[in-house]
Each structure stands twice: as structure tokens, then as C-alpha cells.
T-cell receptor, first 112, second 115 residues
């Protein structure tokens, strides 16, 4: 069965610091990969997604993620975080099934 | 365009009571999902449906039931509420073809407390 691991459970940064959140999945076949963000009190929104092609994917609000097939990873990055990036971030994987499986999430707190 | 609408937004139940969480989408999406979100656990898939009349179990289906009589509606039923079902429930939908995006569109969530 496919699974998703997010090893950073809680990340605290100051504004302008760089961000990298880890995501690893366990499935050997073709995968579709997603990062979702959940701002406090809101529902999940899509940040970016990877289906095929360029493994470096750019999303909204300056976020990007790199798919490294050999490492089964899809890490999320942002060069300079803002206070408004405070949220919970979820990695998700779909492996040509009807189900989208989520990681446990990473809570990001950004202090001014 | 309302997207995915869930009701109620909040509900408190007593142990053993039953209730239905409603979910409606107006995007003509074939796929619909129910997830529960618990602190530190991420989102766990309860049930999903690939179209009207077709439902299947997800990761944590015990204690829940679903039906899909129309494309638009995908209600989630709790028959005998237990404290372990205290959670935030999210309904989501997506189009049939994965190359249309594959992303899920989420509702606002329903916070359920079982006392």
C-alpha cells in the first residue's frame, strides 16, 4: 500500500528564512504528487502538483517542489518565508488509483 | 459557483447518537471523498466514490457509512457515535480524468464532537 511520510512535524522560522519541508512516499510505480496548505481555520488548498515532465514544479505564493524519483521524495521549498505562510502543509500521493493519500502534515510557524 | 458544500459546520453529539454529514458539489465531479483530520495524524480517507452508485472503503471506514445516489451528493453517516469519532471531517471532489488536474477540491469542513 502506498504511504506518505513527512518527517518535520513542527517547523519554526523567522521571516525571510528559507524553508524546506520533506516528503517521502513509498510506491515504486508512476505517481502524482501534491502539496496542499491549510491556513488556520480554513480548508485545504492546492499549492502545487507534479504529474510528469520537469521535476522542478513551481506553485503559488513562491513555493516550489522538486520530484526526485530515485529518492522517492517531493520536498517543498521557499527561499524566503513570510509571516502569512504560517499554516499546516500536507504532502499527498496518488499512484494511479482513485485514492489520494496524505502525509501527517507539517505545522509551520513564521515569526516576524 | 459554490464548489463543495458541507453541512453542518459544527455539531455536538452524545455517545450512541446517529447523524449524517451532508456533502454536495456543483462541479459535476465524478469522484468524491470523505476524510477525517485529527491533530498530528493528517488526513485519513474514510470512504470514497468514483460515481453515482459506487462507493468503496478508504483507510478508516469503521463506524461510518456512505451512499452516492446522485453525482452531486455524498452523505456520510455515523450510526452509533463514539468519542473516537470526534474529529474534523472534510468532503472533497475531483473530475474523472486525472489529466484534468487530479487535485481535490475541499469543502470547509465539519467539526464533530462526541461527548
Amino acid at each position: 500500500a502506498q504511504s506518505v511520510s513527512q518527517h518535520n512535524h513542527h517547523v519554526i522560522l523567522s521571516e525571510a528564512a528559507s524553508l524546506e519541508l520533506g516528503c517521502n512516499y513509498s510506491y515504486g510505480g508512476t505517481v502524482n504528487l501534491f502539496w496542499y496548505v491549510q491556513y488556520p481555520g480554513q480548508h485545504l488548498q492546492l499549492l502545487l502538483k507534479y504529474f510528469s515532465g520537469d521535476p522542478l514544479v513551481k506553485g503559488i505564493k513562491g513555493f516550489e517542489a522538486e520530484f526526485i524519483k530515485s529518492k522517492f521524495s517531493f520536498n517543498l521549498r521557499k527561499p524566503s518565508v513570510q509571516w502569512s505562510d504560517t499554516a499546516e502543509y500536507f504532502c499527498a500521493v496518488n499512484s494511479n488509483t482513485d485514492k489520494l493519500i496524505f502525509g501527517t502534515g507539517t505545522r509551520l510557524q513564521v515569526f516576524p | 459557483n459554490a464548489g463543495v458544500t458541507q453541512t453542518p459546520k459544527f455539531r455536538i453529539l452524545k455517545i450512541g447518537q446517529s447523524m449524517t454529514l451532508q456533502c454536495t458539489q456543483d462541479m459535476n465531479h465524478n469522484y468524491m471523498y470523505w476524510y477525517r483530520q485529527d491533530p498530528g495524524m493528517g488526513l485519513k480517507l474514510i470512504y470514497y466514490s468514483v460515481g453515482a452508485g459506487i462507493t468503496d472503503k478508504g483507510e478508516v471506514p469503521n463506524g461510518y457509512n456512505v451512499s452516492r445516489s446522485t453525482t452531486e451528493d455524498f452523505p456520510l453517516r455515523l450510526e452509533l457515535a463514539a468519542p473516537s469519532q470526534t474529529s474534523v471531517y472534510f468532503c472533497a471532489s475531483r473530475p474523472l480524468r486525472r489529466n484534468e488536474g487530479g487535485e481535490l477540491f475541499f469543502g470547509e469542513g465539519s467539526r464533530l464532537t462526541v461527548l
